[in-house]
């Protein structure tokens, strides 16, 4: 079967792709006016301390050097943070045997390809999260737990400071964490518990933090532009933001997405599912997932969001992949699906839901808007037309 031969190389052109893709599309828009984006990197501290605003320092504090039209150095900052993701990406699956199951979990719509797509989602502050998230695993996997604490201690309070939606999926270096463990005592618990101290400081005095439109009018002056797209919501509280969102709430965009959620993440679910140990894998993933639920109740961008968990959950599978704690060849899922194979007369069932599944439709950012078709044909037409433009 034609599925059983994607290998590593394979996947390796295809990041590769993923990578040129998104970089083109970024220099097609980062200097739109509105650019979302690029506004969430340009949020500073020059009108005082605020939310998500310490990349956009750092960068404004580089130019004063450089000199730079601030845009350019944004979009510089982007290439180089793409280029280490998905570089990291490619060395994280390296050992990754690509049976029929997995290339369902990994070429999903929901997974690397949607940023290209969805090109409002290219080159957001979770890019930064994959990062320290990717970093975290190759630590344990490596065993050094010198690098893992300091993750911990230094690199989750830092992503504090530039995103702070990253607070609901904390709970994935915790559950990492735990499972990678073949016993776990008292002192260990003690260490990873003080190790997030730092984190819970920086949470603290975020939530606390509120700017007012002094300090988002020198922001923006730093910056010689007016406020836009990511810089206008930094005023909001935690009510404001959940009202926003449940305000636009539909019963057809709640069952649309539950649809999304449930094509895209049972292989996952039923992989963790039929494990030995569901208490560790399967219950405690789900514990994992809640807390991102509530993200949906203050957010606009739902297919965003999903796409996140989705990145955090794929990474979590290969994790557990390469520690040996979980298998996918035992499962009842991945024997289902290699006995299809076997039949001959009924293959071509198979390849109509890989095509389907694989390249027929694809979410959407928004909440209200509808599922998109076509994604591979769609990401042609856009690079043609920015071509001839």
Request: charged share 15%.
């Amino acid at each position: 079967m034609v599925l059983t031969k994607i290998n590593n190389k394979f996947f390796n052109y295809y990041i590769f792709i993923c990578l040129v893709t998104s970089i083109f599309f970024l220099y097609h828009k980062f200097q739109f006016p509105t650019d979302w984006t690029t506004s969430e990197w340009l949020i500073n501290y020059q009108g005082g301390f605020t939310r998500r605003g310490l990349i956009g320092e750092i960068l404004i504090q580089i130019n004063s050097f450089l000199n730079f039209e601030i845009r350019n150095l944004v979009f510089i900052f982007e290439i180089i943070l793409l280029s280490t993701y998905y570089l990291y990406i490619i060395n994280f699956f390296k050992k990754v045997e690509f049976s029929p199951l997995l290339i369902i979990i990994i070429f999903s719509p929901l997974g690397f390809l949607f940023p290209v797509t969805e090109t409002e989602a290219i080159a957001r502050k979770e890019v930064l999260l994959f990062c320290i998230y990717l970093l975290y695993l190759s630590s344990i996997l490596k065993g050094n737990q010198k690098l893992t604490y300091l993750v911990l201690l230094i690199g989750l309070p830092i992503i504090n400071l530039v995103w702070d939606g990253n607070i609901f999926y904390i709970s994935f270096f915790v559950y990492t964490f735990f499972v990678s463990r073949i016993k776990i005592d008292k002192r260990e618990v003690t260490i990873f518990l003080f190790s997030l101290i730092p984190y819970l400081i920086s949470f603290i005095i975020l939530i606390t933090t509120k700017s007012n439109e002094q300090m988002l009018e020198e922001m923006c002056k730093a910056i010689n532009e007016p406020c836009f797209g990511a810089m206008n919501f930094l005023d909001y509280s935690f009510k404001d933001q959940m009202n926003y969102g449940l305000s636009r709430l539909k019963i057809v965009y709640l069952m649309r997405y539950l649809f999304i959620f449930a094509i895209c993440f049972s292989p996952i679910l039923l992989i963790l599912y039929d494990q030995k140990s569901k208490i560790n894998f399967f219950f405690g993933y789900i514990a994992s997932i809640i807390p991102t639920f509530i993200f949906l109740y203050v957010s606009f961008d739902w297919g965003r969001y999903l796409n996140i968990l989705y990145i955090f959950s794929v990474l979590t599978l290969i994790f557990l992949l390469e520690i040996k704690k979980i298998q996918i060849k035992k499962t009842r899922f991945f024997i289902f699906i290699n006995e299809l194979i076997k039949k001959r007369p009924q293959l071509y069932f198979l390849y109509i839901y890989f095509f389907i599944y694989l390249f027929v439709w694809h979410p959407k950012v928004i909440l209200t808007d509808d599922i998109g078709s076509l994604p591979y044909l769609r990401i042609l037409d856009r690079i043609f037309d920015y071509l001839i433009a």
